[in-house]
């Protein structure tokens, strides 16, 4: 050491007293000298590569290394903050940051001795920062990706730092907001009381939570004002010491949910409304059947026949749609169970017109009893026997349905002493109209049968 | 003198299910499609005891205004209300009536109208 010059001394006494990782490389063949705090950096190359040469230190990463060093023996300083190396120190691969500064050494003529260098390695504060990115990239990628708006305010004062897409699709996608009070970004809520809820917010750290809250925003196209019904939560945010500094906003648009969910009551309640009619309408056939039948095997089967009829009237309006089914269907439906197709008897003229839910299951029923009153007694009783079935629009202000059922060639009838319960449940009309009538003319070449209702009401869908 | 009900209600079934189940009891029937069919009986009628009625008809009239309209021209008519869709108040009904729940049996029309004081 007593041929060392007094540079080289010197940086070293300081080298070794500092606590800081420090590197001296000296001379013309770049022999390294460090201090323990820059041993640790070396991993598994120390203590051999002390007094070594730099390059047989970093030969792994030499290609970075070398114009760096080479400059530092030109007289050019190096800093810089962050600087990665894929090392292999300890055996294996490993990513390594390093903030440092090459110094070049000068004698007093001013030729570079050596090079100095001042270095941390950073690679934990590196690691740890990217870690907490992607973390905090993560949670934005949550924000954006859920399905509800949300945004964050930052101050007493509310300024918009975020908000995800869906937000900015609730309060109108073309507005700027970042950066601006809420007051300022979305002026139209604060005559609505939204800002005082966000001062009591954030005043006392109690979060406001609300169900289908009425709200005008100006989020039309042209920015007009519409009303909706958001679900809405201010949460107060707090900094590391538990002092508020901001408010999470969670907003759901529910305006069309609730809406549908109004529909669905309403239908159900709709529904609800059929199936008790329609029990009653059952009641009363079953009552007017058991009243009127000779036994209760007769009762039963006409029973059946009766609630099966109402059944397939139900799959034609149901097949449709509401308010779809037509005339023509419920007379085809019957002709199928009472008529031949090799050798039809039933003949039927009118128009495509459409009959409402209730008066439909009438018309089915009706059309049904006749038919199974022409089987046993009228014209399909015999096989000369025919019937023309007509229907059409009448009155002069076309505001009429009517129905006419004629048998033709069947034995001669008379008017029954006693009414049967097929001939009541006839004579019952048609359900859900006005002024219905049904009028039954026994004439001996057969029976007549008109039916006639309010075509408004045969047509309603109630 | 038999005891005169008017039953009002637009489904002819159901109106005749409930005129023969009241007529199996004894009463006299008057039977009306809808409320202004029951408004011109009540006009031609002088005495009716009671008056029975749905709520949901098509005419110028539902049940409801029906029955308000009864019991401020007939005082003394006993009245019960029938539907299956709408469960009225008890302010939306007059003062003495009763409602009844459709689908109804025999002995819930005759139990309701015992306890109005139709005999």
């Known amino acids: ?462 | 003198m038999s005891t005169t009900i008017l039953v009002v209600e637009d489904d002819g079934l159901i109106r005749m299910d409930l005129a023969d189940t009241l007529a199996d009891q004894g009463f006299a029937i008057l039977e009306a499609g809808n409320a202004d069919e029951a408004i011109e009986i009540l006009e031609q009628t002088p005495l009716i005891h009671a008056l029975v009625t749905d709520i949901d008809m098509p005419g110028s009239m539902n049940g409801l205004e029906l029955a308000r309209h009864v019991a401020e021209i007939r005082p003394d008519c006993a009245i019960a209300v029938i539907s299956g869709r709408y469960s009225p108040s008890q302010g939306a009904l007059p003062a003495k009536a009763r409602f009844l729940s459709k689908p109804v049996t025999e002995e819930v029309v005759a139990h309701t109208l015992k306890a109005l004081g139709v005999m």
């Open chain 1, 1 to 462: 050491m007593d041929q060392w010059s007094v540079e080289l001394k010197t940086l070293t006494n300081v080298m070794l007293g500092s606590l800081q990782p420090m590197l001296m490389v000296w001379g013309p063949s770049q022999v390294t000298l460090y201090n323990d705090g820059y041993a640790a950096m070396c991993g598994n190359r120390h203590p051999d590569a002390f007094g070594q040469s730099f390059q047989s230190l970093w030969h792994d990463i030499w290609e970075d290394v070398e114009p760096i060093i080479t400059a530092a023996y030109r007289g050019e300083g190096t800093s810089m903050d962050d600087i990665q190396f894929t090392m292999y120190r300890n055996g294996y691969p490993e990513e390594t940051h390093f903030a440092f500064s090459y110094t070049p050494v000068r004698d007093p003529w001013g030729t570079v001795l050596g090079m100095f260098c001042a270095c941390t390695e950073i690679t934990t504060e590196v690691m740890t920062r990217r870690a907490e990115k992607t973390l905090r990239d993560r949670f934005m990628q949550v924000f954006e990706l859920s399905p509800g708006g949300i945004a964050m305010l930052a101050g007493p004062e509310h300024r918009f730092e975020y908000a995800n897409e869906e937000y900015y699709s609730m309060i109108g996608a073309s507005r700027d907001i970042i950066g601006k009070t809420v007051a300022e970004a979305v002026s139209e809520v604060v005559r609505q009381g939204f800002i005082g809820i966000l001062d009591s917010v954030y005043r006392t750290g109690e979060a406001f939570v609300a169900r289908a809250l009425p709200i005008e925003l100006n989020r039309g196209p042209d920015g007009e004002m519409q009303r909706r019904l958001i679900d809405l939560v201010y949460q107060p945010m707090r900094n590391d010491a538990g002092a508020i500094n901001g408010i999470l906003v969670q907003a759901r648009d529910v305006t069309e949910l609730r809406a549908e969910e109004a529909r669905q009551e309403l239908l159900s309640h709709e529904l609800g409304h059929r199936l008790k009619n329609q029990l009653a309408m059952v009641q009363a056939i079953a009552f007017q059947t058991l009243r009127n039948a000779p036994d209760i095997s007769t009762a039963r089967k006409r029973l059946s026949e009766r609630i099966s009829v109402l059944s397939d009237a139900h799959d034609t309006i149901l097949e449709g749609g509401r308010g779809a089914s037509t005339v023509r269907q419920l007379v085809d439906q019957m002709i199928i169970l009472h008529d031949d197709p090799a050798q039809p008897r039933i003949r039927i003229v009118g128009p495509n017109l459409k009959v409402g839910s209730r008066p439909a299951l009438s018309v089915s029923l009706i059309l049904h009893e006749l038919a199974t009153n022409a089987l046993k007694y009228g014209a399909l009783s015999s096989p000369e026997g025919s019937i023309d079935i007509s229907w059409r629009v009448a009155g002069n202000a076309k505001d009429r349905f009517e129905m006419e059922w004629q048998e033709v060639g069947g034995p001669p009838i008379t008017n029954p002493s006693k009414q049967g319960s097929g001939t009541r449940l006839i004579s019952a009309g048609l359900n859900g109209t006005i002024n219905s009538n049904v009028k039954m003319v026994y004439e001996p070449d057969g029976l007549r049968c008109f039916i006639t209702a309010d075509l408004e009401t045969f047509q309603r869908e109630h």
